[in-house]
């Protein structure tokens, strides 16, 4: 692992009476694209603006390089930001806003002409370095922005929610711009989003937020199939969360009885199974297989067809469950094809022990 | 809805939108109806009549109608007429400048300093000076900058002044600034607070320092508003009788006590509206300048 280019060492942020980050604790090694998840107010952009020293944290220590940064004023750092709302100066034109940075620096103006001109041209938008900043088209105007953050080559760039103005296409074509970007300078990015397809397909860790509390660091793939609670797999893709209370427990099999039946799940995570305790655990939709006959044996629920819905070539099925809860399958378009369900009609859905994921009570 | 009730005006459902579209316009049309007559009566007419009477002539201290251009020729002429353009414009110019100046840190300090309570208070207390008369303002200043006035009394116990201040340069720009300075501290506090935050954020974020993102990106992006707000101020300066005549002394005389001044020596009403009119165009092309570098685009 590279060394830890920032730390935040249990930071606190209130405003008033109101706790917008609480005892936070995470490293940002150098060179990584870290992403910031999580639903709106749940403190995200307040620390990406404490690492830009917009906010100063109300306790704790965010360290930079080992270095205390609390109270050091934004423009006495180098942490520049790309803003949701881009935040670029209409008074200026392209490439007047790129060589901004660089101009605060004291870099004459034929360097730094050069310079911006340089980035606007790896951005390839350098045809319209002397536009109107307002005459300019989402994509372009997000991509002067990127040149005027990164123009000055700083260690780290903060990215708040860059994508969320753009259309869905448009969005697509700059995550692989942004990752690429990412890669050749070796810098570190810091990318807040409430954006799962966002966050999982650029960064290399994803932090998830919830009410200014960490709910889980991890890679994407480990957030995605190994939620550690209710919070994480709730707010991840499409999971089905079955409660119940520990029946027995057998090696790395645990048997968890509620409303719907009796379910053996596999574990191996973080939480430790007490027989008797109230406990969870999550099936994700696209691990559940579908069949109008009933399974010989395993965890299965038998559910009704209540609706559907397409989003192209996969389909998300919505069940009800004969407790009343509702349960959800991902299957491929052609697969729902050859099935010929009907509306209300009767379904089973089965799934391996392994695939279920054992998450305690929490 | 009287319409409706009638048989024939009840077609199909088709046409109603039309119909309502065009009983909407009529509406409109009324409703802007006021205006066009209170400005055609009392605003463009008096003009016309005050440009026509420029052309007038007196005859025994009588005008009489014609169309001559004598009063232009006697007025323009006149280098004493040309001293007090000069006069005037130099003293709103200045005012405008000095007014510009002391109004921005205190509406740089209600827009980003204060709460939304304490600014909304503050441009209460602005608003108040406007309910005593401006005659009243004026007077209330003889008090305080004359000779044996409040400032001079002060200044004496530490051995200073007396100073001239009254029938001074100095008097009639305290009177402009007494006319002018609530308003524009208003107009740059209402075009400071509308600046987008994430802006002088992003100039920080950048490595601009606080004083240098006034400059750099505050006064750009206020540029409109405190265009407008000067405008206003030299508008009013410029016109003003009352401070050049009771603090200024009345000489030299600004344009507008030239006004009285020609019509008081002689009845030559025509001459004043020539000086009338010469304000007016001054006026114009100021503000359409104004206004024209306020909204001026950048070309690509």
Redesign the interface.
């Known amino acids: 692992m590279a060394d830890a280019l920032v730390e935040f060492d249990s930071v606190v942020k209130r405003f008033g009476d109101f706790t917008a980050v609480e005892t936070m604790n995470f490293t940002i090694d150098e060179g990584e694209f870290i992403a910031i998840m999580g639903p709106s107010g749940c403190g995200k952009t307040t620390t990406l603006r404490m690492l830009a020293g917009l906010e100063e944290p109300s306790e704790g220590e965010i360290r930079m390089q080992g270095r205390v940064m609390n109270h050091l004023p934004p423009h006495e750092r180098d942490t520049p930001m790309v803003w949701q709302s881009l935040a670029l100066f209409p008074f200026l034109n392209a490439r007047e806003n790129v060589e901004f940075g660089l101009e605060m620096r004291g870099v004459d103006a034929a360097a730094r002409t050069k310079k911006a001109l340089e980035w606007l041209d790896r951005l390839e938008i350098s045809e319209f370095a002397e536009r109107d900043i307002n005459s300019l088209s989402g994509g372009q105007k997000q991509r002067v922005a990127l040149a005027r953050s990164l123009v000055t080559e700083p260690k780290i760039l903060l990215l708040d929610e860059p994508l969320s103005a753009l259309d869905a296409n448009l969005v697509i074509r700059m995550q692989s711009m942004l990752t690429r970007l990412q890669r050749e300078l070796g810098i570190t990015f810091v990318y807040v989003t409430h954006s799962q397809s966002e966050a999982f397909a650029m960064a290399d860790r994803v932090v998830i937020m919830s009410r200014g509390h960490i709910a889980q660091i991890g890679m994407p793939r480990d957030i995605y199939r190994a939620p550690e609670n209710r919070f994480v797999a709730e707010f991840v893709g499409r999971n089905n969360i079955i409660s119940g209370t520990v029946k027995s427990t057998s090696g790395k099999m645990v048997t968890i009885a509620g409303s719907l039946g009796q379910f053996k799940v596999a574990f191996g995570g973080a939480h430790q199974p007490v027989v008797g305790d109230a406990a969870s655990f999550v099936i994700a939709a696209d691990l559940v297989h579908l069949s109008t006959t009933k399974p010989k044996a395993g965890n299965m629920i038998e559910c009704s067809l209540i609706s559907e819905e397409f989003i192209g070539s996969v389909v998300t099925l919505f069940l009800e469950a004969p407790d009343g809860s509702e349960f959800k399958v991902q299957i491929q378009e052609r697969e729902l094809s050859d099935m010929d369900l009907k509306h209300m009609g009767r379904v089973f859905v089965s799934w391996a022990s392994d695939r279920a994921h054992f998450i305690g009570a929490c | 809805m009287s319409v409706s009730n009638h048989p024939t005006e009840t077609p199909s459902p088709g046409h109603t939108p039309i119909r309502r579209r065009h009983r909407s316009d009529l509406f409109q049309q009324a409703l802007r109806l006021p205006i066009v007559i209170w400005q055609g009566l009392f605003f463009i007419a008096p003009l016309c009549f005050l440009v026509a009477m420029s052309f007038f002539i007196v005859r025994n201290y009588r005008m009489t109608e014609a169309f001559e251009m004598k009063n232009w020729f006697k007025m323009l002429s006149r280098d004493y007429f040309w001293d007090s353009y000069g006069l005037t414009i130099g003293l709103a110019t200045l005012a405008t400048l000095v007014v510009t100046t002391v109004a921005f840190p205190a509406a740089y300090t209600l827009a980003f300093r204060m709460s939304e309570v304490t600014r909304r208070w503050a441009i209460f207390l602005l608003i108040i000076p406007f309910f005593t008369s401006y005659l009243v303002r004026i007077f209330s200043w003889y008090v305080i900058l004359a000779e044996s006035g409040v400032i001079n009394a002060m200044l004496g116990y530490i051995e200073l002044g007396p100073y001239v201040m009254l029938n001074t340069k100095f008097g009639t720009i305290i009177g402009y600034m007494t006319l002018t300075l609530p308003l524009v501290i208003i107009l740059q506090t209402f075009s400071l607070a509308n600046i987008?935050r994430?802006?002088v954020?992003?100039?920080?974020?950048?490595?601009?320092?606080?004083w240098?993102t006034i400059i750099r990106?505050v006064l750009?992006?206020a540029?409109t508003g405190f265009i407008i707000a000067a405008v206003f101020c030299f508008i009013l300066s410029f016109g003003d009788f009352v401070s050049p005549y009771y603090l200024g002394g009345s000489k030299p005389p600004t344009l507008p006590i030239l006004i009285v001044d020609t019509v008081k020596s002689g009845q030559q009403w025509p001459r004043a509206a020539v000086v009338a009119v010469v304000m007016m165009v001054t006026l114009f092309i100021v503000a359409f300048g104004g206004i024209a570098a306020a909204y001026r685009?950048?070309?690509?």
């Open positions: 987008d994430r802006l954020e992003a100039a920080h974020n950048l490595g601009c320092r606080p240098r990106v750009p992006l540029k685009r950048r070309t690509a």
